[in-house]
């Protein structure tokens, strides 16, 4: 049975569900920032997913990217899957641009993360599942 890690429970909201990942929002208004974690129990790699549920991640992923790179008119769209300090399989999908705080490093550890306030956790929740509607609908 699929269970969200506590540390990407604590640090992100829900946005929906695709076919086959969990869109999340990392809580850090400081950058566009989604996290797919796909739904397979114990998955802590990529190759670990069945070959046609890869294909699947990869059309998610490659869609999502797709929709953040023109909404939010990014740079660069940075796509990782770390897993060094959460092992369950997650990508993030973090919009860039050249003037952003950590540019051109990661954003990884060079500044803490700015949460959302309430109002403006709402708007962008709910801009996000408008913007990939197409696909958290395949989801449910």
Not at 24 to 36: F, H, K, V
Not at 40 to 46: D, I, N, V
Not at 61 to 73: L, R
Request: aromatic share 8%.
């Amino acid at each position: 049975m699929f269970e969200l890690h506590p540390q990407l429970a604590r640090d992100t909201v829900r946005i929906g569900s695709m076919p086959l990942c969990e869109v999340l929002l990392m809580n850090d208004a400081g950058y566009p920032w989604l996290i797919l974690v796909p739904r397979y129990p114990g998955a802590t790699e990529l190759h670990q997913l069945s070959s046609i549920d890869q294909q699947q991640f990869i059309r998610e992923s490659v869609f999502v990217s797709a929709k953040m790179h023109k909404h939010f008119q990014a740079d660069k769209m940075n796509v990782a899957a770390l897993g060094n300090m959460v092992p369950q399989l997650h990508v993030h999908h973090i919009a860039r641009y050249r003037d952003d705080a950590a540019w051109p490093k990661p954003v990884w550890g060079v500044q803490p993360a700015t949460p959302y306030d309430v109002e403006e956790l709402a708007m962008t929740v709910t801009t996000l599942q408008a913007l990939l509607m197409e696909m958290l609908q395949q989801g449910s």
